[in-house]
C-alpha cells in the first residue's frame, strides 16, 4: 500500500502553467506505475498521463499531449505534471493515482490507490 499527496494547484489564466506534484510514502514507489487523472465537476474521472515504474513508458490523453509532461523522480518518491498552455476545459480536480502491477491503464477503475486530489481551476 502507498500513500499519495498532491499539490500545486490553483487558479490560473487561460493560457497559463501549474506544476502539480505528487509525493508517496513507503520504500517501493520505485516499483509503482503512476498517473495522473482528472474529474471536472458533472463529469467521470478521466485518464491524464502516466508513468511506468522506471519511466520509460510514457502516455498522454489527446486532449492534453503537447501541453502536459509527466515525470518522476524515484530518489524523491514523486511524480509530477507540468501543465502548459492551460485551457478553461482543463479545470477539475486533478488526481494521482498508483499501481503496482504497472498494467497502465487509461482506466481509472484500474487503480487502486489515489490521492485526495487538487484543484486546478483555469479562468477565461
Known amino acids: 500500500q502507498v500513500q499519495l499527496v498532491e499539490s500545486g494547484g490553483g487558479l490560473v489564466q487561460a493560457g497559463g502553467s501549474l506544476r502539480l506534484s505528487c509525493t508517496a510514502s513507503?520504500?517501493?514507489?520505485?516499483?509503482?506505475?503512476m498517473g495522473w487523472f482528472r474529474q471536472a465537476p458533472g463529469k467521470e474521472r478521466e485518464f491524464v498521463s502516466i508513468?511506468?515504474?522506471?519511466?520509460?513508458?510514457?502516455y498522454y490523453a489527446d486532449s492534453v499531449k503537447g501541453r502536459f509532461t509527466i515525470s518522476r523522480d524515484n530518489a524523491k518518491n514523486a511524480v509530477y505534471l507540468q501543465m502548459s498552455s492551460l485551457k478553461p476545459e482543463d479545470t477539475a480536480v486533478y488526481y494521482c493515482?498508483?499501481?503496482?502491477?504497472?498494467?497502465?491503464?487509461?482506466?481509472?477503475?484500474?487503480?487502486?490507490?489515489w490521492g485526495r486530489g487538487t484543484q486546478v481551476t483555469v479562468s477565461s
Open positions: 513507503g520504500r517501493t514507489f520505485s516499483s509503482y506505475a
Open positions: 493515482a498508483a499501481d503496482y502491477q504497472n498494467h497502465l491503464s487509461p482506466t481509472p477503475q484500474q487503480w487502486p490507490n
Open positions: 508513468i511506468n515504474s522506471r519511466g520509460s513508458r510514457i
